[in-house]
């Protein structure tokens, strides 16, 4: 199997993480996206939705969905990343969040401040950012987790598109359950590796 990502992106930081967190070693394979290589037809074969990242299986096909790939990933090795009981159903919860409510909320600020994106109401954006993380920091009130009592891929997931929070100039003033808990994940020596990873493709 192989991962394809690209490096900068949060979705790809995901699988990356996941991949150094349970030491599998699957090679990366780097697409880069702003030179359009994610349209090219070998990799429109294996996801024809042109995005990153993909788990390419050893038939060859391609898994794509970012929390679909880190799950099946966990799966596989067997851990409490991606529990086998009810904890699941949270995970998914928040899984949903991110990709419908948290990750739309930080694109506009990806959009403004990384690809110089014009247009965009960015006082509706700063508003509408300020609604979901108020529900994350409420959440995590006196919590390490977002899901029992360790860490899951749950917040592997919501905490990756924090990760361009100081470049991209997300409001974060006053989230302070939010800052102790991402800079718990930020500690972690496969987000570091993963780090090392992004700046050096930036």
Known sequence: MKLHVFPPSPNSR??????????????LVPVDLRTGAQKSAEFMAINPNAKTPVLELDDGSGFWES??????????????????DERRYDIMRWQFWEASHWTPACSKFIAKNLFGAEGIDMAAAEADFARFATVLDGVLEGRDWLVGDGMTTADISVGAPLCLRGLCHYPMKGYANIDRWIARLEALPAWQQVDAAMQAAA
Do not use: Q
């Open 14 to 27: 995901k699988v990356m993480v996941v991949n150094a967190l349970l030491g599998l070693n699957l090679p």
């Open 67 to 84: 929390n679909a790939i880190i799950n099946r990933l966990c799966s596989g090795a067997k851990t409490d990343l991606w529990p086998a």
